[in-house]
């Protein structure tokens, strides 16, 4: 709470020094209600049925969150606050630093150092070669990420540019890094691109401090007046993921996942964009992730959680009890990964009249059948802007989209942009 | 004697064909010398939309840099788009976000979406992008004019046919008529000069609704001034920096 206070605090004195000195800033203040209807499938469910006490399911919530950007000389910087009240439960806050950055130019290349956001990727929901900082997709509202502390050195011309990044160089005499899951490592990364008419095209190089090194490039092509056509792809030689202990077996005491350095993976995503002149747009993407879980480790996750449901026998003991649940609380971490499975197909409606923008998405995995579908409507004022909607997570029961943790979500914002 | 007859008949049409077109496309950079008095410009914008009713509906702020060989910036100033940058180089579009770091390229039509078409912002000269027939002189409301049919000579523009009317002594812009791709009457619109009786200057374009909604958008240009903006600031992926454009 006292970081809240300070941050407050820094940020009422940015406010009021804006009033004498050449500030710039904007903001945006967001009451958002998300509504969860927990899902009665899966290892959540199971856990929460043996021990409520135990096991939380997803609690619906309120929340106030705040953003407040601002530029002063060579600093940018990006505020978040968050005050969020679950369901029968108390208000608790948080604050961010998104971005705090300073940059200036010398020798005809531009210089960042700091916290800041870097992303390269060209599709909407799967960004392989976002290989900075990995962004939350397809979210219900949109939201600024959290920057990667970093050293950047780019330069540009007419048609080319050139980013060179030094990402977490505060990591660099840091034993713990090799345990740093992902993008949190220390690593070297490289953007190469060429704007050559109707076509975009990037190449991507990082060298992780124990991913090793990785490729990628990225196109994005407008193909005619309506349609627009973007793909991308990544081969690494190490990706970092959290996978099922194999060691495990039975009941344990502690989380059986465990993040390890898989081998040469690889990421690709194909998409494209049309969009009507009365202002309807369709967009279709279809990605494979070899970061992802396969289907033999998917099938072994679900015989775990059919054994470990079977390990309880109504009666037993109450630390059996426990334990099971606890162990199917564990097996939620399986979800935690950029894509549940690694075919996806997406598609996504939006249409734009008089401010309003109504959208329809879902997000196919044919795996297994499951679908994650959205439909949203947004309506954009002078100043304010109000989104309400609804996700559900649904397939046959055996699907990991029907035993994710929440059913169905709905959710109503209101946006106050100053 | 007859096949020299009929060359000199041949160049006689030819020139004066091709002076006609060079008349008229001076008649072109002549009216848009009102909007756009120098190649490279600065111009601050203000859109207001109106009701049917009349009732005011938005209001948003743009900052456009017009530079040559059709290259154009538009930045959001309005608090609801503060941040949003749209960059246009020919035939080629980007979208930049306040909360995305990556340019997102768009096409045309993507283009027109939004409250306010950005060609209607960011396009200020017609003489570059359209080639011109000359329809006749008219009458508009009390003024002799010049009426214009203005054909697009390249993809990237908004509108694809434009009906010009323009002053018979001064040349200024007076109306016109906006045909979209489909060749459907999208907008009417009405320029508002400073001075009536000696304009130099357009200071308001006045956009009627014809093709969804009818409302009135009321494109008022505050402030411009000759600007030539650094190379880069043209490139997308710098803007992507979300850099200081002052």
Known sequence: MSRLLKIAAALLATTAASAQADVDFSGQVRPVWVDRQAATLGPLAEGARLAPELIALPASSGAIESELRGRWQMLNAAVAMRQERPESDAWHSDAAVNELYASGDALGWQFSAGRKIVAWDVGYGFRPNDVVQQETRRTLLTSTQQGRALVQAEHFDAHTAWSLVWVNPQRAADNEASTALGADEQALAARAYRHVGAADWHGFARWGQHTRSSLGAAVSWVANDSLEVHASARWAEGADVLAFDAAAQGLVGSSPYRVVTQSNRQQALLGATWTAEHKLSLMGELWYDGTAASNAEWDAWSARNRQLVQTWVPGGPDALRRGVAGNLGWQVQAFGGQSQRRSNLFVRATWDHEGWQPSLDMLYMPADRGRVVTAALGWQGDRVRVDAGARVNAGPGESVAARLPVKRTLFAAATWAF | ?246
Not at chain 2, 37 to 61: C, H, L, Y
Not at chain 2, 128 to 152: K, M, W
Request: hydrophobic residues 40%; positive net charge.
């Open chain 2, 1 to 246: 004697m007859t096949a020299i007859r009929h060359i000199v008949l041949l160049a006689i049409l030819l020139t004066g064909i091709t002076a006609r077109a060079q008349g008229t496309a001076d008649l072109l950079k002549a009216a848009d010398r009102y909007r756009m008095s120098a190649t490279n410009m600065q111009v601050d914008t203000q859109i207001s939309t109106f009701n049917t009713d009349g009732s005011p509906d938005k209001e948003r702020r743009y900052t456009v840099f017009a530079q040559a060989n059709h290259q154009s910036l538009v930045l959001m100033q309005s608090p609801a788009e503060k941040g949003q940058k749209v960059l246009m180089l020919a035939d080629d579009f980007w979208l930049l976000m306040p909360n995305s770091q990556r340019p997102l390229r768009i096409t045309p039509m993507q283009k027109l979406l939004g409250d306010a078409s950005t060609g209607d912002i960011a396009t200020m000269s017609w003489a570059e992008d359209y080639s011109a027939q000359l329809v006749g002189d008219e009458s508009c409301g009390d003024v002799p004019c010049i009426h214009l049919s203005l054909t697009a000579a390249r993809k990237g523009v908004t509108y694809a046919r434009i009906e010009l009317w323009i002053g018979k002594a001064r040349h200024e812009p007076l109306r016109a008529d906006l045909y979209v791709q489909s060749d459907k009457l999208a907008k009417q619109a009405r320029f508002v000069m400073d001075k009536p009786a000696a304009p130099t200057a357009v200071v308001e374009m006045v956009l009627q609704d014809q093709l969804s909604n009818h409302k009135e958008t009321r494109v008022r240009y505050l402030a411009r001034k000759e600007r030539t903006v650094p190379e880069a600031w043209l490139n997308p992926m710098f803007l992507a920096r979300n850099p200081s454009l002052d």
